[in-house]
């Protein structure tokens, strides 16, 4: 570009302007990371937010992928000093997002993503109202318990409280800007990058600078 400046494009990230937030919420077992997982490849500059988690590591899982697995004096610790953005307890756990990644990031003008519970998505909405929410259904509630099933990862109790909690959230979805139903995983990745091109689209986001470089004669 003549004067140095780069191209706007929807798909990556442009310096000068801050960073976007997606906040992808839906019941546990809807498929949040394997939408997230197949979306990644085709997403330039979407960085994940790897949160931190009082709950047992399960087979596979590995420390500070997809999560920071916790003790859970620690976590409090963190509560304490107020270095979670938003967290909650889930089932008997809980979860929290590491606030600094996040400031940092959105300062900068990196894109972010999180996956949360609803009560985690509502704080983080009502201290950042600019953030994107999107809402992930299963098909079906029978659908939602087998994959809960399927996994193999929790006890009936576990599951029958993960179910109570999916009717809960699933009660909220209108407070979201997005909805995703997650019957076809590809077509459910399509349509969250979809959501995440026209977001980034948004003629707000640009900075007054970038809005001169297209007044530009050549
Ligand atoms: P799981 O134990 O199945 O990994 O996660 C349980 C639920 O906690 C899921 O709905 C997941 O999206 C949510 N979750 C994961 N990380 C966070 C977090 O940092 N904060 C909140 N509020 N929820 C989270």
Known sequence: MADGQPPLQAGATTPGRSGVLFVMTGASGVGKDTIRNAAMPFVEDLEFSVSATTRGQ?????????????????????????????????????????LEPVKEALAEGRD??????????????????????????????????????????????????????????????????????????????????????AERSRARLLSQKQVESFLREE
């Open 58 to 98: 399960r087979e596979g899982e590995e420390h500070g992928v997809q999560y920071y697995f916790l003790e859970r004096q620690k976590f409090v610790e963190m509560i304490d000093n107020d270095l979670f953005l938003e967290y909650a307890d889930f089932v008997g756990e809980y979860y929290g997002t590491p």
């Open 112 to 197: 972010m993503l999180l996956e949360l519970e609803l009560v985690g998505a509502r704080q983080v909405k009502r201290r950042m109202p600019e953030a994107v929410m999107i809402f992930i259904v299963p098909p079906s509630l029978t659908e939602l318990e087998r994959r809960l099933r399927g996994r193999g990862t929790e006890s009936e109790e576990k599951i029958q409280k993960r179910l109570a909690r999916a009717r809960e959230e699933i009660r909220a979805l209108r407070e979201f800007d997005y909805l995703i139903v997650n019957d076809e995983v590809n077509e459910a990745a399509s349509l969250f990058l979809s959501i995440i091109r």
